[in-house]
């Protein structure tokens, strides 16, 4: 099955600086990558995703980027903010018995220090 | 439009009592998911439904059964709960699509559950 490791596990950055998140996967059937933001005792939410026939997407402050050959993607936050503060996961879809099969990464707590 | 509902938010149960967690969805989702979320390990489903009437087994099946006897309702149930069911409970539904990228997950607010 897929296997979707993502670090680092905990990341702190001062406000204003970047951060940037890497996820990497197994199969390379899998051909779509979102990214979701939990915040403290919130639901995850969808912030960005990518198919696999595209490099990279951009919304704002936040852009992904897949390598297929490589097998990894990454998430990068410009000029964070406090409010970026969350855990960020990834994960990995592809189809497998007829529906869209659903890995996550274990999750990458953001701290912004203001 | 309240999209994923899940009831109770939270709930404390001794060791081999048993409960059932509801979760509704108003948006006529075909997917439905459980997924439990545990300190470094992420989500990881439990059991999911592609339809009405239909469940399969997740990652961590045991221990859990549901039931989709309707297309909004998805139940999560613990016949006997165990200490490592403590955990949060995510429920979350999708559309029925087949091109990769239309799948996206609606969570609800989630169910914490501590077992005694």
């Known amino acids: 099955g897929e296997n979707v490791e993502q670090h680092p596990s905990t990341l702190s950055v001062q406000e204003g600086d970047s951060a940037v998140i890497k996820c990497t996967y197994s199969?390379?059937?899998?051909?779509?990558f979102p990214w979701y933001k939990q915040e403290l005792g919130k639901r995850p939410q969808l912030i960005i995703d990518?198919?696999?026939?595209?490099g990279e997407k951009k919304d704002q402050r936040i852009a992904v980027t897949l390598n297929k050959t490589a097998k990894h993607f990454s998430l990068h936050i410009t000029e964070t903010q406090p409010e970026d503060s969350a855990v960020y996961f990834c994960?990995?879809?592809?189809?497998?018995?007829?529906?869209?099969?659903?890995?996550f990464g274990t999750g990458t707590k953001l701290q912004v220090i203001p | 439009n309240a999209g994923v509902t899940q009831t109770p938010k939270f709930r404390v149960l001794k060791t081999g009592q048993s409960m059932t967690l509801l979760c509704a969805q108003d948006?006529?989702?075909?997917?439905m998911y459980w997924y439990r979320q545990d300190p470094g390990m992420g989500l990881r489903l439990i059991h999911y439904?592609?339809?009405?009437?239909?469940?399969a087994k997740g990652e961590v099946p045991d221990g859990y059964n549901v039931s989709r006897l309707k297309k909004q309702n998805f139940l999560l149930g613990l016949e006997s709960a165990a200490p490592s069911q403590t955990s949060v409970y995510f429920c979350?539904?999708?559309?029925?699509?087949?091109?990769?990228?239309?799948?996206?997950?609606?969570f609800g607010a989630g169910s914490r559950l501590t077992v005694l």
């Open positions: 979350a539904s999708s559309y029925d699509r087949r091109d990769s990228g239309a799948n996206v997950l609606t």
């Open positions: 199969d390379s059937a899998s051909n779509y």
């Open positions: 990518i198919r696999s026939n595209v």
């Open positions: 994960a990995a879809y592809k189809l497998s018995g007829g529906y869209q099969k659903v890995t």
């Open positions: 948006m006529n989702h075909e997917y």
């Open positions: 439904s592609v339809g009405e009437g239909t469940t």
